[in-house]
């Protein structure tokens, strides 16, 4: 049922306006509870997130939060970069691709449901799992203290970190990002808080 509180996210579209209302009602047809959540509208079961529906300057998408458990047998699942675990996207850019795609597209979204159902939880990858630059590394070693913060942060935190940190491709734009976050690293804070 349509949750008058979200349509501002389809009246407000500028671009993607006739494919929002497709995706709206096609995913409405499936009985999931429609929410506002992140200024997008969001799809639930039984209080959990199974879909969102998004859009950027390229393509509009929904978004399967557990997106990496579902079979995609169409091969239409696109993981959004290599650091993303558990979300997929179907992407878009026409009404046309839509409505060809409106079959799959329920099916996909009743596989969620299922997930949902069954209780089925992605194994996200553990904090130690995850690459720690050398430069970071060395600053740990050095300071105990700042080892001492940066342990007492949420695993979440600490991912956000080393994916940061990694990112950058120059030694001397990694420490400069150390540098830079040690303090909120002492704040309890995310790198981009």
Same mark, same amino acid.
């Given at each position: 049922?349509?949750?008058?509180?979200?349509?501002?996210?389809?009246?407000?579209?500028?671009?993607?306006?006739?494919?929002?209302?497709?995706?709206?009602?096609?995913?409405? %047809?499936?009985?999931?509870?429609?929410?506002?959540?992140?200024?997008?509208?969001?799809?639930?079961?039984?209080?959990?997130?199974?879909?969102?529906?998004?859009?950027?300057?390229?393509?509009?998408?929904?978004?399967?939060?557990?997106?990496?458990?579902?079979?995609?047998?169409?091969?239409?699942?696109?993981?959004?970069? %290599?650091?993303?675990?558990?979300?997929?996207?179907?992407?878009?850019?026409?009404?046309?691709?839509?409505?060809?795609?409106?079959?799959?597209?329920?099916?996909?979204?009743?596989?969620?449901?299922?997930?949902?159902?069954?209780?089925?939880?992605? @194994?996200?990858?553990?904090? %130690?799992?995850? %690459?720690?630059?050398?430069?970071?590394?060395?600053?740990?070693?050095?300071?105990?203290?700042?080892?001492? @913060?940066?342990?007492?942060?949420?695993?979440?935190?600490?991912?956000?970190?080393?994916?940061?940190?990694?990112? @950058?491709?120059?030694?001397?734009?990694?420490?400069?990002?150390?540098?830079?976050?040690?303090?909120?690293?002492?704040?309890?804070?995310?790198?981009?808080?």
């Amino acid at each position: 049922m349509m949750n008058p509180k979200v349509n501002f996210f389809f009246d407000k579209a500028e671009q993607w306006k006739d494919e929002y209302r497709m995706l709206r009602a096609i995913v409405l %047809e499936t009985g999931l509870t429609e929410e506002l959540k992140w200024g997008c509208p969001c799809y639930t079961f039984g209080g959990t997130n199974v879909l969102l529906i998004h859009g950027f300057k390229d393509y509009c998408a929904l978004l399967f939060h557990k997106g990496v458990l579902l079979k995609d047998p169409s091969g239409i699942l696109i993981q959004q970069t %290599e650091n993303v675990q558990s979300a997929r996207q179907i992407r878009f850019t026409s009404s046309q691709q839509i409505r060809e795609l409106k079959p799959d597209l329920k099916a996909y979204i009743f596989e969620a449901i299922e997930v949902e159902k069954s209780g089925l939880k992605v @194994a996200f990858k553990k904090t %130690e799992q995850f %690459e720690m630059v050398a430069e970071f590394q060395t600053k740990l070693a050095a300071d105990p203290e700042l080892k001492t @913060a940066f342990e007492k942060l949420t695993p979440g935190r600490q991912k956000g970190y080393l994916l940061y940190f990694s990112q @950058a491709k120059q030694a001397q734009t990694r420490e400069a990002r150390i540098k830079k976050s040690i303090s909120k690293i002492f704040e309890g804070k995310g790198w981009n808080e």
